[in-house]
Nanobody
């Protein structure tokens, strides 16, 4: 079965940096749309950054200019470079992805509802905690 395994979380001071990684495994299909989400207790899940199969990226306004999403398709790996971290970035960070066998079915939904629309149909990792202290 599909597995997404995140790593790279930790505790840093304000202004620090972290690089998150997410490795996909357990499927013969290639990764397609991928994204990072975050959530804090009692709050709704928030989309942080997404990258489509062509490499087009979308960021939440709160992280633009500070975070960079990228992917290595050969390694089925997604990255999130986080710089100038702030206490409000403290959250559990989750990786999500859909695969090549799902794309045709979800492409119409993405076209209408935007680059985050596929997430409810995707596979998710267990999360990695990021804590930024002031």
């Amino acid at each position: 079965q599909v597995q997404l395994l995140e790593s790279g979380g930790g505790s840093v001071d304000t202004g620090g940096s972290l690089m998150l990684s997410c490795v996909a495994s357990g499927t013969k299909y290639t990764t397609s749309y991928m994204a990072w989400f975050r959530q804090t207790p009692g709050m709704e899940r928030e989309g942080v950054a997404t990258i489509d199969p062509d490499g087009t990226t979308t960021y939440a306004d709160s992280v633009k200019g500070r975070f960079t999403i990228s992917r290595d398709n050969a390694k089925s790996t997604l990255y999130l470079q986080m710089t100038n971290l702030k206490p409000e970035d403290t959250a559990m960070y989750y990786c999500a992805a859909i695969f090549s066998d799902q794309v045709d079915r979800l492409r119409p939904l993405i076209a209408v509802r935007g680059p985050w629309a596929w997430a409810d149909f995707g596979s998710w990792g267990q999360g990695t905690q990021v804590t930024v202290s002031s």
